[in-house]
């Protein structure tokens, strides 16, 4: 008797075993914070549009052009890490259907929330997963979910095969459309692709995004292109539409805008902009340099020989200019 006991608690041990181990490797097949997340020159930035535009740049003031890199880096970053937030705790509860290929989270709410929220991840290849996140209200039938999230992952594994927590690389969608629908979310119009590479802890991470801000005749598309190795900078390109320039000093017009930052881990950095279209007649280029405070040191304009300052050689971290391929 003692004999079936101890079998049948040693059955019991590895049943359960196994079932944790299926649940993490379902959880690894999510991306996570570190993957995703564009690094900037830390100080606090402005928003990704703004309305009056750039402010005139002026010596020794804290740069525009890293202002509006650092803004934009923290717009993309606020889309995407709340959104993995929600992942996590969803994931943090125990999976309400698990098989060889599939797991499911859901239907999950917070006991004071308005929304639920269900979690399907599917195994789609040897080292490969599919994701998709739906939200409805939660007073809605079940017919009423729709998927706010959807990617794909791959994990990156060691050398013994085994996957290593917060690297690997995929793709994820987020459709502000469908978030706004939804009650407690904060979510403008529009959506957002991102693509994400995290190798290891020495390979650059690199995170490629394209927005559609809004819709129809008011919408807007910009790209992005981050790249940095932990701990020495990085660089971020970006293409938007933007109230640059301002002849006149009352015009609205936008212009196309390449923009390429280059930062070192001291904050230290440079924006080099393309523009076109707008108040310009052909293609314009501006440069800026800023220092460890973040203040503007160097600053040239093609389409203005009276606007500039500073000396390129001595004043910039980044010689020479270097435009966006965006």
Same mark, same amino acid.
């Given at each position: ?106 239907? #999950? ?86 693509? #994400? ?105 093609? #389409? ?23």
């Amino acid at each position: 008797m003692t004999t079936h006991k101890n079998l049948l608690f040693a059955a019991l041990v590895l049943t359960g075993c196994g079932r944790m181990d299926a649940e993490t490797q379902f959880r690894s097949a999510l991306p996570t914070q570190e993957m995703v997340e564009v690094g900037e020159p830390q100080q606090k930035g402005q928003a990704l549009v703004s309305d009056d535009g750039v402010q005139p740049l002026e010596k020794d003031k804290t740069s525009e052009l890293y202002q509006l890199t650092r803004g934009t880096t923290a717009f993309i970053n606020g889309s995407t890490l709340s959104t993995l937030a929600l992942l996590n705790r969803v994931t943090k509860h125990t999976p309400t259907r698990i098989t060889d290929d599939t797991a499911v989270w859901g239907p #999950y709410t917070e006991a004071l929330a308005r929304n639920a929220w269900r979690l399907t991840v599917k195994k789609t290849g040897e080292n490969a997963y599919s994701f998709a996140l739906a939200g409805k209200n939660k007073q809605a039938a079940d017919a009423a979910f729709t998927d706010v999230l959807t990617g794909t992952h791959t994990p990156a594994l060691d050398e013994a095969g085994e996957v290593m927590q917060g690297f690997g690389r995929g793709e994820l969608v987020i459709d502000s459309d469908r978030l706004k629908n939804l009650q407690e979310i904060d979510s403008g119009e529009g959506a957002l692709s991102v693509q #994400y590479a995290r190798p290891d802890s020495t390979s650059p991470v690199t995170v490629d995004a394209q927005f559609r801000l809004g819709n129809g005749d008011k919408s807007r598309e910009a790209s992005y292109h981050f790249s940095a190795v932990r701990g020495q900078g990085g660089e971020f390109d970006f293409k938007m539409m933007q109230d640059m320039y301002k002849p006149a000093g009352a015009s609205s017009l936008m212009e196309s805008i390449t923009i390429k930052s280059r930062w070192l881990e001291t904050g230290a950095g440079r924006s080099d902009v393309k523009l076109s279209g707008g108040d310009l007649v052909g293609e314009a280029t501006l440069n800026e340099c800023w220092n460890t405070s973040f203040a503007s040191v160097y600053l040239s304009a093609s #389409y203005d020989p009276r606007v500039g300052y500073g000396t390129e050689a001595t004043d910039c971290v980044f010689t020479p200019a270097v435009y966006s391929a965006l």
